[in-house]
């Protein structure tokens, strides 16, 4: 099941007996599932018409599902991270069997983290009597359609170019950005609009945008920022190893963005070969004006061949980054010159 086709069960008040929920994005599961115990537990009976199982037994979560709701037409009874979904578990069978009888005053829901083997018999069983809901990151225009919602309940105004900038410098993880939408919200005081400046002057930056920044300043032959910024970085707590594998990592998307640019592939395509958004596509294809396709080459050579230098021991990790750094500016004055 699509998760926008939950979201009409719930609005509808037209629930199943059993759910599983997987997937990467946190919040809007989180967020369904509360709606879901809401819709339940009506008259404030949440605590006396909702059950929350950590590691129950078989017989242990078939009488909760057996309890009658109290003062109410429903109970919910969900179960995190359930061994019989995330791993091996004898009672997977008696359990299969039990989901066909599950009584219609009870909703079950199995919560998991991350993703279940959509292979295992059980699976398929919830998938059959229920729904099996996956919450996967979302797409462009949905996560900035998202965005501009949220500031709208919050009394702001948001246009999708300011959302996807947003994203660019946060990430896509709605948990995250819900935090960085009330920060935007407090620091806009009384101007109704969020701008570009509001962004970069209060949100958190991700890994991944300091790492684009850095690899923009060299372009901009910003030798001071571009230090300033891998200090925050390890600051923030980041290894160096860890900084050069981001930066191999920009300079590498560059390299495949200006072979696909040469192939005369549209920036959709390229979103969709490079696993990338179309927002971020549009950001390495300003990068290429300013870098060309031989050096792009040379400073992804530069960043493997530093990072085998450390781990095999021929440069000392402290130290090594910085160098590398270094002669990535003396490339790029070179191209100037």
Known sequence: MERRELEKQIQGHHLSGVYL??????????????????????GGLEELNSTTLDNPDVDELIAACETIPFMSEKRIV???DAAYLTGRAEAEDKLKDYLVHLPPFCVLVFYCHGKVDARKALVKQIAKLGAYVTFSAMGDSELNMWICERFREAGKNCSPQVASQLVFVAGSDATLLMGEIGKL?????????ISMEDIQAVTTRSSEYAA????????DNQESRAFSLMRDMLA??????????????????????????????????MAALLGAKTFVVNKYLQQLRHITPGQVRDSVKLCIETEFRIKSGQLNQDGALEAMMIKLFEMRRKTVQ
């Open 236 to 269: 923030a707590g980041e290894s160096r190893i860890g900084i050069l594998a981001m930066l191999e990592r920009q300079y590498r998307m560059l390299q495949h963005t200006s072979i696909m640019r040469y192939e005369k592939k549209t920036t959709d395509e």
């Open 78 to 80: 969900i179960v995190p």
């Open 212 to 219: 684009f920044e850095i690899v923009n300043a060299v372009m």
């Open 21 to 42: 929920f997987d997937g990467t994005e946190e919040y809007l599961k989180k967020k369904a599932l509360n709606d879901m115990i809401r819709l339940v537990c009506e």
């Open 185 to 193: 919200v407090g620091h806009s005081g009384e101007h109704a609009d």
